[in-house]
């Protein structure tokens, strides 16, 4: 079955930092672009970061110098890293492939607030 399950949202205060983790099953992120998107109550969904086969990542200009974008195929995990979290970083965080149609996760709520 071809999914994606995400972890390590939760409840932060600003400034703090969160890892959020996608595992992927079904197949291989080695051969697949994986990015992260999140999504607030009614606002459209954006894309947070992206990287490619070849490890190069792309950033939102929201989290350029605080989220790091990651991936370890061997255990084929990608990685969101957040730091200096805001909270209008405040969000439902997905993990999204392509592989021969879109796949979304079911999403993992990050809170920052004091």
């Known amino acids: 079955q071809v999914q994606l399950v995400e972890s390590g949202g939760g409840l932060v205060q600003p400034g703090g930092s969160l890892r959020l983790s996608c595992l992927a099953s079904?197949?291989?992120?080695?051969?697949?672009?994986m990015s992260w998107h999140r999504q607030t109550q009614g606002k459209e969904r954006e894309l947070v970061a992206s990287?490619?086969?070849?490890?190069?990542?792309n950033y939102a200009d929201s989290v350029k110098g605080r989220f790091t974008v990651s991936r370890d195929n061997a255990k084929n995990t990608v990685y969101l890293q957040m730091n200096g979290l805001k909270p209008d970083d405040t969000a439902v965080y997905s993990c999204?492939?392509?592989?021969?149609?879109?796949?979304w996760g079911q999403g993992t709520q990050v809170t920052v607030s004091s």
């Open positions: 999204y492939a392509y592989f021969f149609k879109p796949v």
């Open positions: 079904g197949f291989t992120i080695s051969s697949r672009v």
């Open positions: 990287i490619n086969i070849g490890g190069n990542t």
